[in-house]
Nanobody, 123 residues
């Protein structure tokens, strides 16, 4: 089992920045590739970004490419998502998740999930 807890969400104006963290406990964090997803009201959960086990490889949804940066610190068992140039369309609950399939954009391929953290971007 891997337990994941997100933090860092909040309210920010359009054009601003926020940083999210995902703290892991339980089984070896470095055994898992990780990802961020988000879900807006009335919409399906969508892929945001993924990072490989060691952090050398990353992948992004087109909608966030160039604005968001995913990273991880295996010694701290923590993953991060730095979000810059935020837009109202980025408003959603953000979830971190763990998988053994790096780069997957499909939520069903992720085995463990956090409880989510709300990000609200005002216009």
């Amino acid at each position: 089992q891997v337990q994941l807890v997100e933090s860092g969400g909040g309210l920010v104006q359009a054009g601003g920045s926020l940083g999210l963290s995902c703290a892991a406990s339980g089984r070896t964090f470095s055994n898992y590739a990780m990802g961020w997803f988000r879900q807006a009201p009335g919409k399906e959960r969508e892929f945001v970004a993924a990072i490989s086990w060691g952090g050398r490889s990353t992948a992004y949804a087109d909608s966030v490419k160039g604005r968001f940066t995913i990273s991880r610190d295996n010694a701290k068992k923590t993953m991060y998502l730095q979000m810059n140039s935020l837009e109202p369309e980025d408003t959603a609950v953000y979830y971190c998740a763990a998988t053994q399939n790096y780069g997957s954009t499909k939520a069903f391929e992720y085995n463990y999930w956090g409880q989510g953290t709300q990000v609200t971007v005002s216009s």
